[in-house]
């Protein structure tokens, strides 16, 4: 199992600002996603973030827009850069301790973004 | 990339059995399938996981028939405490590295 923590857990921006969104994991893992659920919708993966190796970002998301960190095996950050109201969203973090694409995922909180 | 595709919404009544059926046609054969149970303001919770046939646990069963095109859900005697949204994860293993969401169903149990 994992616990993630994600900050901030909630935010609100102005417009043409960018963002820094963290996420903690209680144990060491190597798979890691970020996905966006805009309000009353379902999940979409922006990108897979894999310790070691560069994000793979998703149809519709680049790294310019969205940059990926991944220093280690137990965090991550996602930027949202250049904001627009758009990007007013629910972000989330999420791992699969298991080092497989088909094993059990673990979500953080998410972070709720408004962007003005 | 296996698309899949939920009815939006349930309604049920506590103690009565629920079955919610995702429709994968373009599962791959390394894809597992993956249920998840969303509560407002939290991240998805891992439900139940199946590859074909049958698979139950402690809170739900899974049925995936032999084409493995769809899936059903199947939650015993259904409380309050289960309304939420869930969703359909189908799962890929090989280099497209895509695991995606079903459109979700939002279940509301009554009294």
């Known amino acids: 199992s994992a616990v993630i923590s994600q900050k901030p857990s909630r935010d609100i921006c102005q417009r043409g600002t960018s963002l820094t969104i963290q996420c903690q994991v209680d144990?060491?893992?190597?798979?890691m996603f970020w996905y966006r659920q805009q309000p009353g919708q379902s999940l979409t993966l922006i990108a897979t973030a894999n310790q070691g190796s560069e994000a793979t970002y998703e149809s519709g998301f680049v790294i310019d827009k969205f940059p990926i960190s991944r220093p280690n095996l137990t965090f991550s950050t996602l930027t949202v850069s250049n904001m627009s109201p758009e990007d007013s969203s629910i972000y989330l973090c999420s791992v699969a301790p298991g080092g497989s694409y088909t094993g059990e995922l673990f979500f953080g909180e998410g972070s709720r973004l408004t962007v003005l | 990339l296996a698309k899949t595709t939920q009815p939006i919404s349930m309604d049920s009544y506590e103690g009565q059995e629920v079955n919610i059926t995702c429709s994968h046609n373009n599962i791959a054969t390394n894809d597992y399938i993956t249920w998840y149970q969303q509560f407002p303001s939290q991240g998805p919770r891992f439900i139940i996981q199946g590859y074909k046939t049958k698979v139950t646990n402690e809170v739900a069963s899974l049925f995936i028939p032999a084409d493995r095109k769809s899936s059903t859900l199947s939650l015993p005697r259904v409380s309050l405490s289960d309304t939420a949204v869930y969703y359909c994860?189908?799962?890929?293993?090989?280099?497209?590295?895509?695991?995606?969401f079903g459109t979700g169903t939002q279940l509301k149990v009554e009294l």
């Open positions: 144990s060491q893992v190597t798979m």
């Open positions: 994860l189908v799962g890929t293993t090989g280099g497209g590295n895509k695991l995606t």
